[in-house]
């Protein structure tokens, strides 16, 4: 197994902290029948002229503590066969953004302590699922939603942070941000499967966390009824209720 990124530094009455759902996400992306989709779809044979493929960008919606990003970033040549990745995150919580950037940044160090190498981390962008993502850019797409199922979704922050410590009640705001999804706890989850199509590069895939209440069968045969390319299947499953709900991972991409 390889291992999990240190997260001891970050503050956790405001940033999600790892639990089942983000192991879950550890171990699908890093299992042998992952790996070799991976390698097989960012490692094309070189082309007439000698030039390999791009370097594949890999984001993260929703970075949290960052422990799933850095771990992509920190394992790239494993998990993709090439340590020419580029890693980027997005958040709505200004505070996950910096506790990413941290948790990146030690488990770099982690890896230059052991002789290994490590993707290129381009930064967090604080910001709404993929608004501040260009179209067609998006090679690998990972997201962990807010996918309880709650009455109503909490408002996003507005504005500047406020200077200083945040209040009880900021605090409050950022964790229910993290886990509530509203109706069938899928409203933020369907916002993001709709911009799919516009953000996935041509070669891109996306692996998205769900529970049995979000229904991750119709989510897949929406997915699928795109068209004939897009293909949507289940990649990873804890096998066991997560708290309350059987969790799963499902890979969605297109064929050329």
């Known amino acids: 197994m390889l291992p999990t990124p240190s997260t001891s530094h970050v503050a956790f009455d405001r940033i ?3 639990a089942e759902d983000s192991f879950l996400l550890l171990d699908t992306l890093s299992s042998p029948p992952e790996k070799a989709f991976l390698h097989e779809r960012f490692n094309p044979p070189n082309t007439t002229d000698g030039n390999s493929s791009p ?3 890999v984001v993260e919606i929703g970075t949290g503590s960052g422990v799933v990003l850095s771990f992509v970033h920190a394992h790239a040549e494993i998990i993709f066969g090439r340590e020419d990745i580029l890693t980027a995150g997005v958040d709505v919580n200004r505070y996950a953004c910096e506790a990413t950037s941290q948790t990146i ?3 770099e160090q982690e890896q230059k302590r052991e002789g290994k190498s490590h993707g290129l981390y381009l930064g967090n962008i604080v910001g709404d699922l993929t608004s501040p993502l260009r179209e067609g850019m998006v090679d690998v797409l990972i997201f962990n939603p807010p996918y309880v199922p709650t009455p109503d979704l909490p408002a996003l922050p507005q504005g500047e942070v406020k200077e200083g410590l945040p209040s009880f009640e900021d ?3 950022f964790l229910e941000l993290s886990y509530a999804g509203g109706a069938d706890g899928m409203e933020t989850t369907s916002r993001l ?3 799919l199509p516009a953000i996935l590069s041509e070669r891109g895939c996306a692996y998205l966390l769900l529970c049995a209440q979000n229904r991750p069968e119709l989510v897949k045969d929406k997915m699928r009824g795109l068209g004939g390319q897009w293909k949507a299947e289940t990649v990873g499953s804890s096998g066991k209720k997560g708290g309350w709900e059987k969790l799963q991972i499902i890979r969605i991409w297109r064929e050329p």
């Open 105 to 107: 940044i030690i488990a």
């Open 55 to 57: 370097s594949p960008l």
């Open 193 to 195: 499967l709709d911009a």
């Open 171 to 173: 605090d409050s705001k």
């Open 16 to 18: 999600y902290e790892p």
